[in-house]
């Protein structure tokens, strides 16, 4: 019984159950529902280790007639993410969604859909499905930045979806491109099909503009922070984790899988350039913040230009090197998922404890609610990249390989990056360690539920365990795809 | 003949384009973006696409239309203290680089693509041969059917999807205290017309649904015809919104869990998600497309129904309800 498919069919089934039956206890259910879907996970995970990649025909029809659904190494560790991260919000979620009633409703059909959508996009080997599956993440995702309705919800969550769709449109033209001269939608087959010539340039080039505009990459950042920052909690927390990587995701497979052998240097460069804008310029924007959550939404723009560094560093450099960055971009994506969905729930409990979004409002509250502000300062040491800690591995992972294929100019950026990030971290540290405001006894708070302090604190603790066990995505990570292709031919 | 007839094609659909930017009234661009929408199905119907030219028809130009100038009415009357639904509210003149910008990015996105499709290498795998070789194995006779009913289901079920999220982010923007509205006051030429109109619609709808199986045609058409019949019942004063919700809500999401239950039930019998069992994979993609018809009217009529009643309509809204 191959497992591939119930990843889609059950978060599928829970959101028609959670649409259709509002009288249940849906957040329970939906709890319920992430165990499932997490076991099933574990138990792919556990078979692609074992046996390596496997590969499904839905409906039984072979590429390119048909749409093949692909699990190697990389999807099922993002698949393991997804579901870690998502039970855990989804468990934040119970907590905070009492103080909000209207929103608690559709938030859990949106949550399913998000995530059935999500291990499609993970799981998908084809061009076109990608493009369903981003719209389908698109919608869910705007849906839950909009569900508050208020006045900046609604602008920042309309601008989302206009970005969005440009973007949708920009992959969709590529696509239709790179069929109209290959005949096939496979990546698979168009790995091996694809040339260096003008079409295949002019729909690459198409498909990465609008996928960066998906990825929030500088200078298509400015839909980012107003949504992520504006967004309840735990959607802030989905949506800087996981969502934002579902584009990137496909850029990278398409870039470093399908077309490597047509990546030019040139182009490589300048993903590494529109890269290092983004760590300073986000880096540089979170520091002037004055609300917490744009603050962390910020400085989610920062991060996802790390991982346009791994183009630079994997294209056309000795395979060793290229192998290191592709690892290190990967572990990066882990650890900023685990690291900023810590940090996006923390600051929800710290919100919701002072019941102000400001950052002065957080003034001498270390005393008051410090399991919050730990899970925040850990999360922080992950993205800073200090040892121990996944950011650091995969910082470190970067870097070798920068210095091995002696790319000297990304060694600066990917150092300077990380003392700008400490420079923000740190702002929110010195307010909340303020001595007069404690003494004074400002800060007193609401009691926060201990779920939610709980749940960020988990996902933090995650974050810097990935420094100790980073060989067990990595591991993974380097799975000879071509040979278990090859033992797949023979049987 | 038929050269002449593109190239006028082309031109009146950049005009109507141009007429959508350009024009200062957004009343105006949106039915120059209707037109616009009728001439694209007109090039779908040239380029042998009757499928696409059906749904561009429906969709397109007919239920987005009905959307746009829903949100024209919102906006006008909201704006009609000031100076009516003008883009600019200040009435200050674009700036020059504000125009010059989208064309200049236009033309060079043209150049662009005219070298991709002129240097385009001649695929090296055809997919239409492969679909037309396993058409007989699909259940149905008609290749697009095929292809998004069999072939590449599992986009067809995920766009199912896209479409219910739609809806159930317009449900979650609807506010929680809706007072009933207040009684749409029942247009006499309107009811009349309607009697008339919606059960030819009815039919057409129908007829188009069962020819997707043979013929241009399918539950995507099928279920725009359906959603404009709604749509025009609602306007001539038919309450038919306020079905109830739990029943609203089940009617939504018919197509979808019928779509998904066929799809996970054939696993038990060891098939792949998706694989109909030969024999009997004409009746199931025909029982899906009806189910699917059904859902995506009541969908798309629901985009439309959901939104909000204009807020304290004034004199000046008169205007646009009597021209819709």
């Given at each position: 019984?191959?497992?591939?498919?119930?990843?889609?069919?059950?978060?599928?089934?829970?959101?028609?159950?959670?649409?259709?039956?509002?009288?249940?206890?849906?957040?329970?259910?939906?709890?319920?529902?992430?165990?499932?879907?997490?076991?099933?996970?574990?138990?792919?995970?556990?078979?692609?280790?074992?046996?390596?990649?496997?590969?499904?025909?839905?409906?039984?029809?072979?590429?390119?007639?048909?749409?093949?659904?692909?699990?190697?190494?990389?999807?099922?560790?993002?698949?393991?993410?997804?579901?870690?991260?998502?039970?855990?919000?989804?468990?934040?979620?119970?907590?905070?969604?009492?103080?909000?009633?209207?929103?608690?409703?559709?938030?859990?059909?949106?949550?399913?859909?998000?995530?059935?959508?999500?291990?499609?996009?993970?799981?998908?080997?084809?061009?076109?499905?990608?493009?369903?599956?981003?719209?389908?993440?698109?919608?869910?995702?705007?849906?839950?930045?909009?569900?508050?309705?208020?006045?900046?919800?609604?602008?920042?969550?309309?601008?989302?979806?206009?970005?969005?769709?440009?973007?949708?449109?920009?992959?969709?033209?590529?696509?239709?491109?790179?069929?109209?001269?290959?005949?096939?939608?496979?990546?698979?087959?168009?790995?091996?099909?694809?040339?260096?010539?003008?079409?295949?340039?002019?729909?690459?080039?198409?498909?990465?503009?609008?996928?960066?505009?998906?990825?929030?990459?500088?200078?298509?950042?400015?839909?980012?922070?107003?949504?992520?920052?504006?967004?309840?909690?735990?959607?802030?927390?989905?949506?800087?984790?996981?969502?934002?990587?579902?584009?990137?995701?496909?850029?990278?497979?398409?870039?470093?899988?399908?077309?490597?052998?047509?990546?030019?240097?040139?182009?490589?460069?300048?993903?590494?350039?529109?890269?290092?804008?983004?760590?300073?310029?986000?880096?540089?924007?979170?520091?002037?913040?004055?609300?917490?959550?744009?603050?962390?939404?910020?400085?989610?723009?920062?991060?996802?230009?790390?991982?346009?560094?791994?183009?630079?560093?994997?294209?056309?450099?000795?395979?060793?090197?290229?192998?290191?960055?592709?690892?290190?971009?990967?572990?990066?994506?882990?650890?900023?998922?685990?690291?900023?969905?810590?940090?996006?729930?923390?600051?929800?409990?710290?919100?919701?404890?002072?019941?102000?979004?400001?950052?002065?409002?957080?003034?001498?509250?270390?005393?008051?609610?410090?399991?919050?502000?730990?899970?925040?300062?850990?999360?922080?040491?992950?993205?800073?990249?200090?040892?121990?800690?996944?950011?650091?591995?995969?910082?470190?992972?970067?870097?070798?390989?920068?210095?091995?294929?002696?790319?000297?100019?990304?060694?600066?950026?990917?150092?300077?990056?990380?003392?700008?990030?400490?420079?923000?971290?740190?702002?929110?540290?010195?307010?909340?360690?303020?001595?007069?405001?404690?003494?004074?006894?400002?800060?007193?708070?609401?009691?926060?539920?201990?779920?939610?302090?709980?749940?960020?604190?988990?996902?933090?603790?995650?974050?810097?365990?990935?420094?100790?066990?980073?060989?067990?995505?990595?591991?993974?990570?380097?799975?000879?795809?071509?040979?278990?292709?090859?033992?797949?031919?023979?049987? | 003949?038929?050269?002449?007839?593109?190239?006028?094609?082309?031109?009146?659909?950049?005009?109507?384009?141009?007429?959508?930017?350009?024009?200062?009234?957004?009343?105006?661009?949106?039915?120059?973006?209707?037109?616009?929408?009728?001439?694209?199905?007109?090039?779908?119907?040239?380029?042998?696409?009757?499928?696409?030219?059906?749904?561009?028809?429906?969709?397109?130009?007919?239920?987005?239309?009905?959307?746009?100038?829903?949100?024209?009415?919102?906006?006008?009357?909201?704006?009609?203290?000031?100076?009516?639904?003008?883009?600019?509210?200040?009435?200050?003149?674009?700036?020059?680089?504000?125009?010059?910008?989208?064309?200049?990015?236009?033309?060079?996105?043209?150049?662009?693509?005219?070298?991709?499709?002129?240097?385009?290498?001649?695929?090296?795998?055809?997919?239409?041969?492969?679909?037309?070789?396993?058409?007989?194995?699909?259940?149905?006779?008609?290749?697009?059917?095929?292809?998004?009913?069999?072939?590449?289901?599992?986009?067809?079920?995920?766009?199912?999807?896209?479409?219910?999220?739609?809806?159930?982010?317009?449900?979650?923007?609807?506010?929680?205290?809706?007072?009933?509205?207040?009684?749409?006051?029942?247009?006499?030429?309107?009811?009349?017309?309607?009697?008339?109109?919606?059960?030819?619609?009815?039919?057409?709808?129908?007829?188009?649904?069962?020819?997707?199986?043979?013929?241009?045609?399918?539950?995507?058409?099928?279920?725009?015809i359906l959603a404009a019949a709604l749509v025009f019942l609602k306007l001539a004063g038919f309450g038919i919104e306020r079905l109830a919700d739990s029943l609203l809500r089940i009617g939504l999401a018919l197509g979808f869990i019928v779509f998904l239950t066929v799809a996970t039930s054939v696993m038990i019998g060891g098939r792949p998600f998706l694989t109909y069992p030969e024999s009997v994979a004409g009746e199931l993609i025909f029982f899906i497309e009806a189910m699917l018809t059904f859902s995506i009217g009541l969908i798309l009529f629901s985009l439309f129904s959901q939104a909000p009643p204009p807020v304290a309509p004034t004199s000046s809204l008169q205007g646009e309800q009597d021209e819709r």
């Amino acid at each position: 019984m191959n497992l591939i498919p119930f990843l889609l069919v059950i978060p599928l089934a829970w959101a028609l159950i959670s649409l259709l039956l509002p009288r249940l206890p849906i957040g329970p259910i939906a709890l319920l529902g992430m165990l499932v879907q997490s076991l099933a996970t574990a138990l792919l995970w556990r078979s692609v280790q074992l046996h390596g990649a496997e590969r499904y025909a839905i409906g039984d029809w072979m590429a390119p007639l048909g749409i093949t659904l692909v699990a190697d190494g990389l999807t099922v560790t993002l698949l393991a993410i997804t579901a870690l991260i998502a039970m855990v919000c989804a468990f934040y979620a119970l907590f905070y969604l009492r103080s909000h009633r209207h929103e608690a409703r559709y938030f859990w059909p949106l949550f399913w859909f998000l995530l059935a959508s999500l291990n499609g996009i993970w799981l998908a080997g084809d061009l076109f499905n990608l493009y369903v599956g981003l719209e389908l993440v698109t919608f869910a995702a705007v849906g839950m930045v909009i569900l508050s309705a208020n006045r900046q919800t609604l602008a920042a969550g309309l601008r989302y979806l206009y970005m969005a769709l440009l973007g949708s449109i920009g992959y969709l033209l590529g696509v239709a491109l790179l069929y109209s001269a290959y005949g096939t939608l496979d990546m698979r087959q168009l790995a091996e099909l694809i040339e260096p010539n003008w079409t295949t340039h002019v729909a690459m080039l198409s498909i990465s503009l609008g996928l960066l505009v998906k990825t929030a990459i500088f200078p298509f950042h400015f839909w980012l922070p107003p949504a992520h920052g504006g967004a309840l909690a735990p959607v802030s927390a989905l949506l800087s984790a996981l969502v934002v990587k579902s584009s990137f995701y496909i850029l990278a497979r398409l870039w470093l899988d399908v077309g490597a052998d047509v990546l030019p240097v040139i182009t490589a460069q300048g993903f590494g350039l529109i890269g290092a804008c983004a760590i300073f310029y986000g880096g540089f924007k979170a520091l002037q913040q004055d609300e917490i959550k744009m603050l962390v939404a910020y400085s989610t723009v920062a991060q996802l230009g790390y991982l346009m560094l791994v183009f630079p560093l994997a294209a056309g450099t000795a395979p060793e090197h290229s192998m290191l960055a592709w690892q290190g971009g990967m572990l990066h994506v882990l650890a900023h998922a685990l690291a900023k969905s810590a940090m996006f729930l923390s600051v929800g409990t710290l919100v919701l404890a002072v019941g102000s979004k400001k950052i002065d409002a957080l003034a001498g509250i270390s005393t008051r609610i410090p399991l919050s502000l730990f899970a925040f300062g850990l999360a922080g040491v992950s993205l800073m990249g200090l040892p121990p800690s996944g950011g650091f591995n995969a910082k470190w992972l970067m870097l070798q390989s920068a210095i091995g294929s002696g790319q000297w100019h990304w060694v600066v950026v990917l150092s300077l990056g990380s003392l700008l990030t400490a420079t923000y971290i740190f702002k929110v540290f010195r307010v909340s360690f303020d001595q007069q405001a404690i003494d004074s006894g400002k800060g007193l708070v609401k009691r926060a539920p201990w779920g939610m302090e709980l749940s960020a604190l988990f996902l933090a603790g995650l974050a810097i365990a990935l420094g100790f066990a980073a060989a067990l995505p990595v591991e993974l990570l380097s799975l000879p795809e071509v040979e278990s292709s090859l033992m797949e031919a023979s049987q | 003949m038929n050269l002449a007839f593109d190239v006028l094609l082309g031109i009146a659909l950049l005009l109507c384009a141009a007429g959508v930017f350009y024009s200062r009234d957004l009343f105006r661009a949106v039915v120059m973006f209707i037109a616009f929408g009728l001439l694209l199905a007109l090039v779908w119907v040239r380029l042998d696409a009757p499928d696409l030219a059906l749904a561009e028809a429906a969709i397109g130009a007919g239920l987005t239309g009905v959307l746009m100038i829903d949100a024209v009415a919102h906006l006008s009357a909201k704006n009609a203290h000031h100076q009516g639904a003008q883009f600019d509210q200040t009435g200050a003149r674009p700036q020059l680089w504000s125009r010059i910008l989208p064309v200049f990015s236009a033309v060079i996105i043209f150049i662009l693509l005219l070298g991709a499709i002129w240097w385009r290498p001649d695929a090296p795998v055809s997919l239409p041969d492969l679909v037309a070789e396993s058409l007989p194995e699909s259940g149905v006779e008609h290749p697009i059917t095929a292809v998004l009913l069999n072939f590449r289901s599992y986009d067809t079920l995920l766009e199912i999807a896209v479409l219910l999220v739609a809806v159930v982010v317009a449900m979650a923007l609807k506010p929680d205290t809706s007072e009933p509205e207040a009684g749409n006051s029942k247009d006499p030429i309107l009811h009349g017309l309607s009697a008339r109109l919606v059960p030819p619609m009815l039919v057409v709808g129908v007829y188009i649904l069962w020819a997707g199986s043979y013929m241009p045609g399918g539950a995507f058409q099928g279920g725009a015809i359906l959603a404009a019949a709604l749509v025009f019942l609602k306007l001539a004063g038919f309450g038919i919104e306020r079905l109830a919700d739990s029943l609203l809500r089940i009617g939504l999401a018919l197509g979808f869990i019928v779509f998904l239950t066929v799809a996970t039930s054939v696993m038990i019998g060891g098939r792949p998600f998706l694989t109909y069992p030969e024999s009997v994979a004409g009746e199931l993609i025909f029982f899906i497309e009806a189910m699917l018809t059904f859902s995506i009217g009541l969908i798309l009529f629901s985009l439309f129904s959901q939104a909000p009643p204009p807020v304290a309509p004034t004199s000046s809204l008169q205007g646009e309800q009597d021209e819709r």
